[in-house]
């Protein structure tokens, strides 16, 4: 196995938790179900609720901004 096709692999194995937790995270921050919302650009909202506070009271909110960060 080639170098690049290690690096390859790296990020589709730490892409498919990624892509799970973004979804989650936008779903809690637009306050949707809508799947439309995972296919949308990155906006501003998004990263108020990534880098603040927007939901103190939500623990799922929390949970779920802390595995995003990662």
Known sequence: M???QLILLVLLIWSI????FRSKFRKI???T???KINIKPL???EI?????N??????E????????RI
């Open 2 to 4: 080639t170098f690049i």
């Open 17 to 20: 938790p990624s892509t799970y």
């Open 29 to 31: 921050v637009y306050q």
């Open 33 to 35: 179900d809508d799947w």
């Open 43 to 45: 906006f501003k909202k």
């Open 48 to 52: 108020i609720g990534l880098l603040g």
């Open 54 to 59: 927007m939901y103190p009271e939500n623990k």
């Open 61 to 68: 909110y929390l949970k779920t901004r802390n595995y995003y």
